[in-house]
């Protein structure tokens, strides 16, 4: 197998300690006992419709056109976007442009640790994160090239797949590329008759593997807040159309709550460069009239004119 020199790997025999803890034999009851209480409330203190907080930050590759770091609870994404490429291989012209969307999970984001080598699981997201954010981009604009968008998750606490969307939503602006509307995600696990939003690592595995219930399962849907389109849903598990129905309308609900926030970074990061253009124009101006040589041409200027 091929080395990955790009990334320090740790020896290929190791373990993680979660093997080695008390919960590493427990059974569904006891796992489940451990996350929700007998009503069925988590026991983290946190209401069925209630998210964890966000950090989002722009700009935090140097080497890429644009990036942004998001943090949701303990689940911690990185995304970069480079400039458009023209398309490799492509014999035939192609009158949209193409997104190429690579997703990682890094060797320590996970209990188990990830091979260097992209695997089936992370194929998978990147399509889910590429047919996402297809409706977004103008693809229009650059014909026959190709935007590189690479996504890098540190640490997977659970909603891995809509905080790497929402977080490339904010990388495509940072990078200037032109969109039609911004577009969040959010993720909701199903279990029995409830809903809980945002679900943890712990959560979102007692709502997939179901138990004897009949309603389990996971949902994401990534959503362009002005336009009202949903872009994208993935959804696993056994869930009947009622509670489906009731999922996307939670899902709705919890993007319309991201949208500002998402909005509001970007306000914020418009208004600090027009900060920064206006301190430029002060300082060109500020040593123009220093610079005596340019005093004494304005005045021969205006002696020569009299």
Do not use: W
């Amino acid at each position: 197998m091929p080395i990955d020199q790009k990334r320090i790997n740790g020896p290929d025999g190791s373990l993680p300690y979660q093997l080695f803890t008390a919960s590493r034999d427990k059974s569904f009851e006891e796992r489940l006992e451990n996350v929700f209480d007998s009503t069925g409330a988590r026991k983290c203190g946190r209401k069925d419709t209630e998210s964890r907080k966000y950090f989002m930050k722009l700009g935090v590759v140097s080497t890429a056109k644009g990036s942004a770091y998001l943090e949701l609870g303990n689940t911690k994404v990185i995304v970069s976007v480079f400039d458009p490429r023209e398309i490799p291989k492509q014999n035939k012209f192609r009158e949209l442009g193409e997104l190429y969307c690579d997703f990682k999970l890094s060797p320590f984001a996970c209990v188990h640790r990830k091979n260097p080598q992209t695997d089936a699981e992370e194929r998978s997201l990147a399509a889910a994160m590429a047919k996402a954010l297809q409706p977004v981009v103008c693809r229009h604009l650059f014909p026959n090239f190709q935007i590189d968008i690479f996504a890098n998750v540190l640490e997977d606490d659970g909603s891995v797949l809509s905080a790497v969307i929402t977080a490339a939503g904010l990388a495509l602006c940072d990078a200037t590329i032109s969109m039609f509307d911004i577009v969040t995600a959010t993720t909701v696990a199903v279990f029995k008759d409830r809903i809980y939003t945002d679900p943890t690592l712990a959560e979102e595995k007692i709502c997939l593997e179901g138990g004897r219930t009949g309603n389990h399962g996971v949902i994401t849907l990534a959503k362009l807040h002005t336009l009202d389109q949903t872009s994208e849903i993935r959804q696993a598990g056994n869930i009947t159309l009622e509670a489906m129905k009731a999922a996307c309308q939670r899902l709705n609900e919890a993007n319309s709550e991201v949208a500002p926030v998402v909005q509001q970074l970007l306000v914020g990061k418009v208004q600090k460069h027009i900060r920064e253009i206006d301190l430029d124009e002060d300082d060109e101006q500020n040593s123009d009239d220093d610079d005596p040589d340019t005093s004494a041409m304005s005045q021969l200027s205006g002696n020569a004119g009299s």
